[in-house]
C-alpha cells in the first residue's frame, strides 16, 4: 500500500469512513428511536470511547508492522491487577501516582519481553503472543486466585469518571495519546521506519534500517499503550480482575482494520483510527440501546469485521 | 536438512514425554498405571482429532482458531436432533455434525482464499460469529436427554482388563476414532497427491501458484478437513460427556494450536508431521493430567501453557534462523527472520 497513491488511497477511506458514521448514527438513532442521540448516550459514548480507544491505539503499531498483538488484553489485567493491590494492599498510603507508576513500570516490563521474543527470536507475533497471552493471565489468575479486587481511593477513580471542563477525563487522555501516536508515526524517523518495514522488511533492512529495533521498540510501545488503557479500566470498573474485557481484543483488530491497516502491514493513520473506533463504539452503545445479549453483539462484530475485509478486498484489490 | 530436523524434533519431544513421566510417576505412582494411561488417551481424544486437522491447516501455512466453535455448533444442532426426535441410532448422531462441520470450514476456506487476509483475522471472525449466532439462538441450554444406544456407546471398550481392586477398565472406542483418524491423515499427507500439494503449497505459496496448483482447492480441502474432524470431535467430545454444553470446547483452541506447534509444526507452514502432533497432545495431556495428580492449583495451567507455547515457538525460531543463516548468511539471519 505504501505507492505514490497510498496518500490518496487512506483519505478516500477515512472519507468512506466519515459518511458511514454518519449514516450508521442516522440508523442507530432510528433503530433506538432517538435514544441514541440523548445526552445520557452521547455522555455514555463519551466515557467508554477512550478504554476502546487506547487498546485500539496498541493494536495499531503491531499490525502496521505486519504482525498482531493477541496479549494487550491481557497486559492490561495484569497492569491493572498490580495497581490494584498497589493501592489497596501494599502500598496504600504511597496512593494512586506511585501504583500508575508502578503499573507502567510493568507495561514497559512486559514490552520488553513481547520484544524480545518477537524482534530477536524471530518468534512470529500471532504465537509469541498468543503464548504470551495464556502465560500473562495465567499469572494473573495466580495472584488473584479469580477474585475480584475493588474499591479504590478517589484520585484514581477521576482517571475513569471525572471530568475536567465537562470532559471526561479518560477522553482527554485518549485524545492526548491519539495525538502522541500520530506524530510519533507521521512525524519521527520510527514512524517511517515502522511503515517501512510492514510494507517491505527486504527493502527496509537494505536501507540501512536496524528491523530489530524497530519491532522491539513497537511492541515496547504496545505494551506502554496497554498499560496506559488498565488505567482507564481499572479507574472505569473500580475494580480488577483477570480476565476483564477480553471481547476488546476482536473490537481492536476489527478498529485497525476498519480505520485503513492493512492486515499485512505498512498503512493505516491515526486519523482513520480515530474515526474507526468512534464508529465501532457508536454502533456497540446502539447494541446497548437495544438490548443486544453479548453474544449477538460478537457474532455482530465477526460479520462486520469480515464484510469490511470483504470491502476493501472488492474495493482496493 | 528439513527432514532431518523434524525427526529431531519428534525425538526431543519423545525425551521430554519419558523424563516426564517417570518424574511424575516418582512424585505419583498412580501417572503410570494401564488405568491412567487408558484415562489420558480417552479424555484427550477430542483435542487429539481437532489437532490433526489443525496440522494440516498449519502445513498449508494458514491457521484455524475457529474449529472449537465449529464443533460447538455441529454437536449441539445434533444434539437438539437426537434428544427431540429420540432417534436410537448412534451412526445417525455421528453422521450429523460431519456435513455441518465441512459446511463451516468451507465458509473458512473460501474467505481465506478470497481475502487473501491473514487466517487468524478470519478464524477469529467467523469464531465470534459462529459462536455467537449458537448461544444467542440457544441461549446457552444443556443438552442431557440422549436415547439410550448414545448413553451405551459412550461405554464401548476395545477390550476389558481388571484393575487389582477389581474395576474394569480398557481403551476407549474415542481412543480409536482418534487412531483411525490419525492414520488417515498420515496417509493423506505422505501418499496422496493432495497430501504433498498441501506441503508444496505451505512451503512456498507463489511457487506451488506458478506451478499450476489450484491454491483455492488445495485450501477449501485444508478447511473442510478441520471443519469435519471438527464435526467428529464433536460427536466425540458429547459422547465422553454425556452432555451439550455450548460453553464447553470453546477457548480450548489454544490448547490444540499448542499441541501441534509443540509437535513441530510452523506457523510459517510446509513442515509438520502426524507423529509430533500425536506426541505434542501427549505432552500437554500429561502436564494437565501431572498438574491434577500433583494436586496443584488449576490457576497455575495457564502459566506453564503459556511458557511451553513461547518456549515451543522459540526453539522452532531458533532452528529456522539456524538454517538461514547456514543458507544466506549470518547477516541476513539476524535482522529479517
Given at each position: 500500500?505504501?505507492?505514490?497513491?497510498?496518500?490518496?488511497?487512506?483519505?478516500?477511506?477515512?472519507?468512506a469512513?466519515?459518511?458511514l458514521?454518519?449514516?450508521?448514527?442516522?440508523?442507530?438513532?432510528?433503530?433506538?428511536?432517538?435514544?441514541?442521540?440523548?445526552?445520557?448516550?452521547?455522555?455514555?459514548?463519551?466515557?467508554?470511547?477512550?478504554?476502546?480507544?487506547?487498546?485500539?491505539?496498541?493494536q495499531?503499531?503491531?499490525?502496521?508492522?505486519?504482525?498482531?498483538?493477541?496479549?494487550?488484553?491481557?497486559?492490561?489485567?495484569?497492569?491493572?491487577?498490580?495497581?490494584?493491590?498497589?493501592?489497596?494492599r501494599?502500598?496504600?498510603?504511597?496512593?494512586?501516582?506511585?501504583?500508575?507508576?508502578?503499573?507502567?513500570?510493568?507495561?514497559?516490563?512486559?514490552?520488553?519481553?513481547?520484544?524480545?521474543f518477537?524482534?530477536?527470536?524471530?518468534?512470529?507475533?500471532?504465537?509469541?503472543?498468543?503464548?504470551?497471552?495464556?502465560?500473562?493471565?495465567?499469572?494473573?489468575?495466580?495472584?488473584?486466585?479469580?477474585?475480584?479486587?475493588?474499591?479504590?481511593?478517589?484520585?484514581?477513580?477521576?482517571?475513569g469518571?471525572?471530568?475536567?471542563?465537562?470532559?471526561?477525563?479518560?477522553?482527554i487522555?485518549?485524545?492526548?495519546?491519539?495525538i502522541?501516536?500520530?506524530?510519533?508515526?507521521?512525524?519521527?524517523?520510527?514512524?517511517?521506519?515502522?511503515?517501512?518495514?510492514?510494507?517491505?522488511?527486504?527493502?527496509?533492512?537494505?536501507?540501512?534500517?536496524?528491523?530489530?529495533?524497530?519491532?522491539f521498540?513497537?511492541?515496547?510501545?504496545?505494551?506502554?499503550?496497554?498499560?496506559?488503557?488498565?488505567?482507564?479500566?481499572?479507574?472505569?470498573?473500580?475494580?480488577?480482575?483477570?480476565?476483564?474485557?477480553?471481547?476488546?481484543l476482536?473490537?481492536?483488530?476489527?478498529?485497525?482494520?476498519?480505520?485503513?491497516?492493512?492486515?499485512?502491514?505498512?498503512?493505516g493513520?491515526?486519523?482513520?483510527?480515530?474515526?474507526?473506533?468512534?464508529?465501532?463504539?457508536?454502533?456497540?452503545?446502539?447494541?446497548?440501546?437495544?438490548?443486544?445479549?453479548?453474544?449477538?453483539?460478537?457474532?455482530?462484530?465477526?460479520?462486520?469485521?469480515?464484510?469490511?475485509?470483504?470491502?476493501?478486498r472488492?474495493?482496493?484489490? | 536438512?528439513?527432514?532431518?530436523?523434524?525427526?529431531?524434533?519428534?525425538?526431543?519431544?519423545?525425551?521430554?514425554?519419558?523424563?516426564?513421566?517417570?518424574?511424575?510417576?516418582?512424585?505419583?505412582?498412580?501417572?503410570?498405571?494401564?488405568?491412567n494411561?487408558?484415562?489420558?488417551?480417552?479424555?484427550?481424544?477430542?483435542?487429539?482429532?481437532?489437532?490433526?486437522?489443525?496440522?494440516?491447516?498449519?502445513?498449508?501455512?494458514?491457521?484455524?482458531?475457529?474449529?472449537?466453535?465449529?464443533?460447538?455448533?455441529?454437536?449441539?444442532?445434533?444434539?437438539?436432533?437426537?434428544?427431540?426426535?429420540?432417534?436410537n441410532?448412534?451412526?445417525?448422531?455421528?453422521?450429523?455434525?460431519?456435513?455441518?462441520?465441512?459446511?463451516?470450514?468451507?465458509?473458512?476456506?473460501?474467505?481465506?482464499?478470497?481475502?487473501?487476509?491473514?487466517?487468524?483475522?478470519?478464524?477469529?471472525?467467523?469464531?465470534?460469529?459462529?459462536?455467537?449466532v449458537?448461544?444467542?439462538?440457544?441461549?446457552?441450554?444443556?443438552?442431557?436427554?440422549?436415547?439410550?444406544?448414545f448413553?451405551?456407546?459412550?461405554?464401548?471398550?476395545?477390550?476389558?482388563?481388571?484393575?487389582?481392586?477389581?474395576?474394569?477398565?480398557?481403551?476407549?472406542?474415542?481412543?480409536?476414532?482418534?487412531?483411525?483418524?490419525?492414520?488417515?491423515t498420515?496417509?493423506?499427507?505422505?501418499?496422496?497427491?493432495?497430501?504433498r500439494?498441501?506441503?508444496?503449497?505451505?512451503?512456498?505459496?507463489?511457487?506451488?501458484?506458478?506451478?499450476?496448483?489450484?491454491?483455492?482447492?488445495?485450501?477449501?480441502?485444508?478447511?473442510?478437513?478441520?471443519?469435519?474432524?471438527?464435526?467428529?470431535?464433536?460427536?466425540?467430545?458429547?459422547?465422553?460427556?454425556?452432555?451439550?454444553?455450548?460453553?464447553?470446547?470453546?477457548?480450548?483452541?489454544?490448547?490444540?494450536?499448542?499441541?501441534?506447534?509443540?509437535?513441530?509444526?510452523s506457523?510459517?507452514?510446509?513442515?509438520?508431521?502426524?507423529?509430533?502432533?500425536?506426541?505434542?497432545?501427549?505432552?500437554?495431556?500429561?502436564?494437565?493430567n501431572?498438574?491434577?495428580?500433583?494436586?496443584?492449583?488449576?490457576?497455575?495451567?495457564?502459566?506453564?501453557?503459556?511458557?511451553?507455547?513461547?518456549?515451543?515457538?522459540?526453539?522452532?525460531?531458533?532452528?529456522?534462523?539456524?538454517?538461514?543463516?547456514?543458507?544466506?548468511?549470518?547477516?541476513?539471519?539476524?535482522?529479517?527472520?
Amino acid at each position: 500500500m505504501w505507492k505514490n497513491s497510498s496518500f490518496k488511497v487512506g483519505d478516500i477511506q477515512i472519507m468512506a469512513l466519515v459518511f458511514l458514521l454518519a449514516g450508521l448514527l442516522l440508523l442507530m438513532s432510528f433503530l433506538t428511536r432517538g435514544k441514541l442521540l440523548e445526552i445520557q448516550s452521547l455522555q455514555a459514548i463519551a466515557f467508554q470511547l477512550p478504554l476502546l480507544g487506547l487498546l485500539t491505539l496498541a493494536q495499531m503499531g503491531p499490525m502496521v508492522s505486519g504482525g498482531i498483538d493477541l496479549s494487550i488484553i491481557a497486559t492490561a489485567n495484569l497492569v491493572s491487577i498490580i495497581m490494584a493491590l498497589s493501592m489497596t494492599r501494599f502500598f496504600p498510603s504511597l496512593h494512586a501516582p506511585f501504583a500508575i507508576l508502578l503499573g507502567l513500570l510493568l507495561s514497559l516490563l512486559l514490552g520488553m519481553v513481547k520484544g524480545f521474543f518477537v524482534a530477536l527470536v524471530s518468534v512470529p507475533a500471532i504465537i509469541a503472543t498468543l503464548g504470551l497471552m495464556i502465560f500473562i493471565r495465567g499469572v494473573s489468575l495466580v495472584i488473584t486466585r479469580g477474585y475480584v479486587i475493588a474499591g479504590f481511593p478517589r484520585d484514581f477513580l477521576f482517571i475513569g469518571n471525572g471530568t475536567v471542563v465537562g470532559i471526561p477525563t479518560s477522553f482527554i487522555i485518549f485524545a492526548a495519546f491519539a495525538i502522541f501516536m500520530y506524530i510519533l508515526l507521521s512525524r519521527t524517523r520510527f514512524g517511517l521506519e515502522l511503515y517501512l518495514f510492514g510494507s517491505n522488511p527486504v527493502a527496509t533492512l537494505f536501507s540501512g534500517v536496524d528491523n530489530r529495533k524497530v519491532v522491539f521498540r513497537t511492541y515496547l510501545l504496545s505494551s506502554f499503550l496497554a498499560g496506559v488503557a488498565s488505567c482507564v479500566m481499572a479507574s472505569r470498573f473500580n475494580a480488577a480482575q483477570a480476565d476483564y474485557g477480553e471481547s476488546y481484543l476482536l473490537l481492536t483488530v476489527l478498529a485497525c482494520v476498519l480505520g485503513g491497516v492493512s492486515p499485512s502491514g505498512g498503512s493505516g493513520r491515526v486519523l482513520g483510527i480515530t474515526v474507526s473506533v468512534i464508529i465501532l463504539q457508536v454502533v456497540a452503545t446502539g447494541f446497548n440501546l437495544l438490548g443486544f445479549s453479548s453474544h449477538l453483539a460478537s457474532a455482530l462484530w465477526g460479520i462486520i469485521l469480515l464484510g469490511v475485509v470483504l470491502f476493501n478486498r472488492l474495493v482496493f484489490g | 536438512m528439513k527432514f532431518q530436523m523434524r525427526r529431531q524434533t519428534e525425538l526431543y519431544l519423545l525425551a521430554i514425554v519419558v523424563v516426564l513421566s517417570i518424574f511424575l510417576t516418582v512424585m505419583n505412582p498412580k501417572f503410570l498405571t494401564l488405568e491412567n494411561l487408558f484415562d489420558l488417551l480417552r479424555n484427550n481424544s477430542f483435542l487429539g482429532i481437532v489437532a490433526l486437522g489443525e496440522l494440516i491447516v498449519l502445513i498449508s501455512g494458514g491457521i484455524d482458531v475457529s474449529f472449537t466453535a465449529t464443533a460447538t455448533v455441529a454437536q449441539y444442532i445434533m444434539g437438539v436432533i437426537i434428544s427431540r426426535t429420540m432417534v436410537n441410532s448412534v451412526l445417525l448422531a455421528f453422521l450429523i455434525p460431519i456435513p455441518i462441520g465441512i459446511a463451516l470450514g468451507a465458509i473458512n476456506g473460501c474467505l481465506v482464499y478470497y481475502t487473501r487476509v491473514n487466517p487468524v483475522i478470519i478464524t477469529i471472525s467467523t469464531l465470534n460469529f459462529y459462536y455467537g449466532v449458537l448461544m444467542f439462538i440457544s441461549k446457552g441450554t444443556w443438552i442431557y436427554k440422549f436415547p439410550p444406544t448414545f448413553r451405551e456407546f459412550a461405554k464401548l471398550k476395545l477390550f476389558t482388563l481388571m484393575s487389582s481392586k477389581g474395576v474394569p477398565f480398557g481403551v476407549s472406542i474415542f481412543t480409536l476414532f482418534w487412531v483411525i483418524l490419525g492414520i488417515i491423515t498420515f496417509f493423506l499427507l505422505k501418499y496422496l497427491p493432495i497430501g504433498r500439494k498441501i506441503y508444496a503449497v505451505g512451503g512456498n505459496l507463489e511457487a506451488a501458484r506458478r506451478a499450476g496448483f489450484n491454491i483455492f482447492r488445495i485450501q477449501l480441502f485444508v478447511y473442510c478437513y478441520i471443519g469435519l474432524l471438527a464435526g467428529v470431535a464433536g460427536f466425540v467430545h458429547a459422547e465422553l460427556n454425556q452432555m451439550i454444553q455450548p460453553n464447553a470446547i470453546v477457548g480450548m483452541e489454544l490448547d490444540v494450536i499448542a499441541a501441534a506447534i509443540l509437535g513441530g509444526a510452523s506457523v510459517f507452514g510446509g513442515v509438520g508431521t502426524v507423529g509430533g502432533t500425536f506426541l505434542g497432545v501427549l505432552l500437554i495431556a500429561i502436564v494437565k493430567n501431572g498438574l491434577i495428580l500433583m494436586k496443584a492449583s488449576a490457576y497455575w495451567h495457564e502459566v506453564i501453557m503459556g511458557s511451553i507455547i513461547v518456549l515451543a515457538a522459540s526453539i522452532s525460531a531458533y532452528q529456522r534462523k539456524l538454517q538461514i543463516r547456514r543458507e544466506k548468511g549470518r547477516f541476513v539471519e539476524e535482522q529479517l527472520f
